[in-house]
């Protein structure tokens, strides 16, 4: 079976590199970026099934890189992680994901692993 | 006693608050990557117990990370604590370099969302003043927040301040605007009354350009 193609965004890259290591041991292909415009530059090269992705980012926010990347993979699915607690970054995040697709931080390894399969339909 | 006007509360509240929910996410931050850590760390175990050899260096690598999300960590509350106590006395002696220190680590998160550098000098003379410290944390955390907004993402922006053999003043520099009406772009309109209070004026450098802010109450001298 294909593995699943995650792209992990977040802009602590101590974060991003250990979890993307989690999920590779869990079977994903993951790649990871610590800013937005350095997500858009590994999408535009390769086909991802599901972005995984900071609401909070420096720059370009995780909301308005979900909307870039939509636009380019009409196909591709999100889920939202934030450590922010605001009712507004929740309207957002939910909002842009869907409320059953945003996690808080720290997040649950298995729980985002099913949410991944999830979204992407390995699950049903 | 300082007299703040009722009606600028709210500001101060709101500057309380903001300050609060930026360090809350900088703990959370924290405390994600010490999870993901330790959590790879149990991974590596659990691989190990079925037979895969274990990398040594990353085991040590994942531990000098979680000693450096401590050592942070602990960073982050010392300062979560200074801030907290900035409310104790409502006037004390305040060393200037500290308070702009404190008020540039628990806003840099704030900054950092809107992809904005500070950089403070470090001069050799650390003039102190009386003041009110939360006061003075709170006009600092203004004349951060609309250079911050007047300031082309990308940029950074520098503190300093000069105080040997005369008033001590502070220069914000590194807006890219040219010439804001500044006095009336401060959020929440509390810009005046914090200058009074303090004993204060703010003027702006079309040099640079930015803000100078300047120290002149009997209410303050140096100590």
């Given at each position: 079976m294909k593995p699943i193609n995650v792209l992990l965004v977040d802009d602590e890259k101590e974060l991003a590199v250990t979890l993307a290591e989690r999920l590779t041991i869990r079977g994903l292909s993951v790649d990871w970026a610590i800013t937005a415009e350095s997500a858009l530059k590994l999408f535009k090269d390769k086909k991802y099934d599901v972005a995984v992705l900071d609401v909070k980012l420096p720059g370009l926010s995780g909301v308005a890189l979900k909307e870039h990347m939509a636009e380019i993979d009409p196909e591709l699915k999100f889920i939202f992680m934030t450590g922010h607690g605001s009712q507004e970054d929740f309207e957002a995040g939910s909002a842009a994901a869907g409320e059953s697709n945003y996690l808080w931080k720290p997040v649950d390894i298995e729980a985002l692993v099913e949410k991944i399969n999830l979204v992407v339909g390995n699950i049903a | 006693m300082v007299d703040f006007p009722q009606t600028a509360g709210w500001g101060i509240l709101r500057f309380f608050g903001r300050i609060s929910a930026s360090i809350s996410h900088e703990l959370k931050n924290s405390l994600s990557v010490v999870n993901e850590n330790a959590g790879l760390v149990e991974d590596l175990a659990l691989l190990t117990a079925k037979g895969r050899s274990l990398d040594i260096e990353r085991v040590k690598s994942l531990s000098g990370s979680i000693r450096r999300q401590v050592k942070r960590t602990?960073?982050?509350?010392?300062?979560?604590?200074?801030?907290?106590?900035?409310?104790?006395?409502?006037?004390?002696?305040?060393?200037?370099?500290?308070?702009?220190?404190?008020?540039?680590?628990?806003?840099?998160?704030?900054?950092?969302?809107?992809?904005?550098?500070?950089?403070?000098?470090?001069?050799?003379?650390?003039?102190?003043?009386?003041?009110?410290?939360?006061?003075?944390?709170?006009?600092?955390?203004?004349?951060?927040?609309?250079?911050?907004?007047?300031?082309?993402?990308?940029?950074?922006?520098?503190?300093?301040?000069?105080?040997?053999?005369?008033?001590?003043?502070?220069?914000?520099?590194?807006?890219?605007?040219?010439?804001?009406?500044?006095?009336?772009?401060?959020?929440?309109?509390?810009?005046?009354?914090?200058?009074?209070?303090?004993?204060?004026?703010?003027?702006?450098?079309?040099?640079?350009?930015?803000?100078?802010?300047?120290?002149?109450?009997?209410?303050?001298?140096?100590?």
């Open positions: - | 602990d960073q982050i509350i010392k300062n979560m604590n200074k801030f907290a106590h900035s409310v104790d006395m409502e006037i004390k002696s305040v060393d200037i370099q500290e308070y702009l220190e404190l008020i540039a680590a628990v806003s840099a998160r704030l900054l950092a969302a809107r992809n904005i550098t500070l950089k403070l000098t470090s001069p050799q003379d650390r003039p102190s003043i009386m003041t009110s410290p939360i006061f003075l944390l709170y006009l600092f955390w203004h004349l951060i927040d609309c250079c911050s907004r007047w300031a082309e993402p990308g940029e950074t922006l520098h503190v300093d301040y000069r105080g040997e053999g005369g008033p001590i003043s502070i220069q914000f520099q590194g807006c890219t605007t040219t010439n804001p009406d500044f006095r009336n772009d401060v959020e929440g309109g509390d810009l005046s009354v914090l200058l009074t209070l303090l004993g204060c004026s703010l003027d702006w450098d079309s040099a640079q350009p930015g803000m100078n802010l300047s120290f002149q109450n009997n209410l303050l001298g140096k100590g």
